[in-house]
């Protein structure tokens, strides 16, 4: 069974400083994929960066840069210079791998509220 | 707009009546998914179809809920007999299975169902 751990429920960051948010997973499979979804209050969840358990290189995708340590089972976003329009919830995910009629399938920690403040 | 669509974005009801909710996934997508959000919960995992073909379905789907995607296309969510701890937000996504690993899932922009 897979098992993503987000324990910020909150926090709290100044407009242009950067933020790192938590995420811990559990799997067996050596092979998975990570992500990062952001849910502004109208409810759709944007995809930010992923992550695959094969990379080399930890991802970044603009001001947001994954910090992928394997070895402590950790995925932790990090947003660079952030703004205003970044508060919102933010989700860690992990997908079912390959192989199986689950793949594709996401699991979700249970978020993060991000509050910039100007 | 290209994006996954969900049909009606706000859902007050009932309980004891039946509702249904649409999705129409990205176009070229054969990959798609329904999740259920609480408040102050992440998404959790429904039912997921590949085309027409519904490949699983969470323990959470109880009998009173039913899901179809009609040749492959848009896909409906009904549930029969609503409680009030159906009361959620409904999250459809679409993917597309393909090569790459990097196939990630793009959301709709949910429906949120209240039961009365």
């Known amino acids: 069974a897979q098992k993503i751990t987000q324990t910020q429920p909150g926090m709290f960051v100044q407009e242009k400083e950067a933020v790192t948010l938590d995420c811990t997973y559990d799997t067996s499979d050596p092979s998975y994929g990570l992500f990062w979804y952001k849910q502004p209050s109208s409810g759709e969840m944007i995809f930010l960066i992923y992550?695959?358990?094969?990379?080399?290189q930890n991802a970044t995708e603009g001001r947001y840069s994954l910090n992928f340590q394997k070895a402590r089972k950790s995925a932790n976003l990090v947003i660079s210079a952030s703004q205003l329009g970044d508060s919102a919830m933010y989700f860690c995910?992990?997908?079912?791998?390959?192989?199986?009629?689950?793949?594709?399938?996401?699991?979700f920690g249970q978020g993060t509220i991000l509050t910039v403040h100007p | 707009d290209t994006g996954v669509s969900q049909d009606p974005r706000h859902k007050i009801t009932k309980r004891g009546q039946n509702v249904t909710f649409r999705c129409d996934p990205i176009s070229e997508h054969n990959r798609l998914y329904w999740y259920r959000q609480t408040l102050g919960q992440g998404p959790e995992f429904l039912t997921y179809?590949?085309?027409?073909?519904?490949?699983?379905k969470s323990r959470l789907l109880s009998d009173r809920f039913s899901a179809e995607r009609p040749k492959g296309s848009f896909s409906t969510l009904e549930i029969q007999r609503t409680e009030q701890g159906d009361s959620a937000m409904y999250l459809c996504?679409?993917?597309?299975?393909?090569?790459?690993?990097?196939?990630?899932?793009?959301f709709g922009q949910g429906t949120r169902l209240t039961v009365v």
């Open positions: 179809f590949q085309n027409e073909a519904q490949l699983e």
């Open positions: 996504a679409s993917s597309l299975r393909g090569q790459g690993t990097n196939t990630e899932a793009f």
């Open positions: 992550q695959g358990s094969y990379d080399q």
């Open positions: 995910a992990m997908r079912s791998p390959p192989g199986g009629t689950s793949y594709g399938k996401l699991t």
